[in-house]
């Protein structure tokens, strides 16, 4: 395995699949991925008909606690997405999935979003991953997982019929958070007037939860009326002036820099060079926003083949390590159990945002302590497995030769193990 190859493994991938061949053309195994067909999807999909289907079991028949229809679908749907990762033979385009699903974070912090996280990722995410942004958008607007973690399935035009009736206002969240952390950012200098426009513009966007078929719907009844202005562009009222807008929002200027700014971060370094961000933001502004243009760019970035400038997530170092340790598809690890272990649950994230692409907010003494013990303790699977051999397929050409002489000298298969998972070349991508 050369550099190129072994860099394209770790940072574009996901970490090297034991008894795969490294690539021979980094770059052109890479830029396939972009062109072929999805193939990580498996049995039955996900759906937010059958996560709103258990919220109603759940609210009509109380289960008792820790034995809700939406938690057995949280485990079961987060199991298969980790499972996924660490079996695909297409981490590039399974990397861009994990990407933009925490672009456009829902968090399990709000309880019913347990019943359709999964559905989520499969539904709005993963069709779009190469397509256009304003088609990511307006699913993830649409989406009833985003529409109940910002609350935006219950917000009501004061003006509507409803709103008169009812008394019940506007909710800005999910307006909010759009403009802030999902298209144009605070840079743009929208100000809280566009706030408070966006959000009468995307009243009515609610979710059916009783009669078929279940998902999205907009309610007239419940969107403010007339026209409405964001950041200077007026938009009809209806459902069509929200299409309007998200397009709108998607293809601003300020959102393109917004997402090559992402972008540039959590492929190439932790401060995106501003030489780095214009490449990408010129591309999604000559393409239109499309997101896999976007991605062969970064492939093209010289500086995206610097080794070790990314420090491994939680989320990066399971998968990485299981795809090394290649369990048997009978024993599917407790990846849940060992994601909330290491500090970053699955679809948890804190707040909006979704969680830090930066090594400073995951390389903490005791954050490093976790991974030491959580290394100790998963390393007994290499079996009678000869750990050099595994550090070769991991890290290949970055294998260090002091972590070599580490490993040799240990005590046991599993110490060896250990110190390969920790090791500062495993740690990073």
């Not at 979710?207 to 999205?216: H, S």
């Not at 972008?263 to 239109?288: C, K, N, Q, W, Y």
């Not at 990314?310 to 159990?337: C, E, G, H, I, N």
């Not at 070599?404 to 920790?422: I, N, P, Y």
Request: proline letters at 9%.
């Amino acid at each position: 395995m050369d550099q190129r190859a072994a860099h394209a493994l770790s940072r574009f991938g996901l970490g090297p699949a034991s008894g795969d061949p490294p690539p021979a053309d980094a770059a052109a195994w890479l830029l396939d991925q972009l062109r072929r067909p999805d193939s990580t999807q498996s049995g039955a999909p996900a759906s937010a008909a059958e996560g709103l289907t258990a919220l109603r079991a759940d609210q009509t028949d109380k289960p008792p606690p820790g034995e809700s229809r939406a938690r057995a679908l949280y485990r079961a749907q987060g199991l298969a997405a980790v499972g996924r990762a660490v079996a695909t033979r297409m981490p590039f385009r399974e990397r861009l999935v994990w990407f933009w699903t925490n672009h456009f974070t829902v968090s399990l912090r709000r309880g019913q979003c347990a019943a359709l996280a999964g559905a989520f990722v499969q539904e709005a995410i993963r069709p779009h991953v190469t397509g256009r942004f304003q088609d990511m958008l307006l699913a993830v607007l649409r989406h009833p997982a985003m529409l109940i973690y910002l609350d935006n399935a219950g917000s009501i035009g004061p003006n509507s019929l409803g709103g008169l009736r009812s008394q019940r206002g506007l909710n800005e969240n999910l307006a909010r958070e759009c403009l802030e952390l999902h298209t144009v950012s605070p840079g743009a200098g929208y100000t809280q007037a566009d706030v408070t426009s966006f959000a009468r513009i995307l009243t009515g966007w609610s979710i059916e939860r009783t009669a078929e078929p279940l998902g999205f719907v907009f309610r007239p009844r419940v969107h403010e009326p007339g026209e409405h202005t964001l950041m200077g562009r007026t938009f009809p009222e209806g459902e069509a002036g929200g299409i309007e807008a998200a397009r709108f929002l998607a293809n601003h200027p300020a959102t393109h820099r917004f997402l090559a700014t992402k972008l540039v971060r959590h492929f190439v370094a932790d401060t995106p060079s501003p030489a780095a961000v214009r490449v990408i933001e010129g591309i999604l502004r000559d393409t239109s926003g499309d997101l896999g243009a976007a991605a062969a760019g970064l492939v093209g970035l010289p500086e995206a083949w610097v080794p070790g400038t990314k420090f491994r997530t939680p989320l990066d170092l399971v998968v990485a390590s299981f795809r090394v340790l290649d369990p048997p598809p009978d024993a599917t690890p407790p990846f849940l159990a060992i994601l909330s272990g290491l500090g970053q649950p699955l679809w948890t994230a804190p707040a909006p945002n979704g969680w830090p692409d930066i090594a400073a907010d995951w390389s903490g003494p005791e954050a490093m302590m976790r991974r030491i013990d959580w290394a100790f303790a998963v390393s007994p699977r290499i079996g009678d497995r000869d750990p050099i051999g595994l550090a070769e397929v991991a890290l290949g050409p970055l294998f260090r030769p002091k972590t070599h002489e580490a490993m040799v000298q240990a005590g046991s298969r599993r110490e060896a193990m250990t110190l390969l998972l920790t090791s500062p070349e495993f740690q990073r991508r």
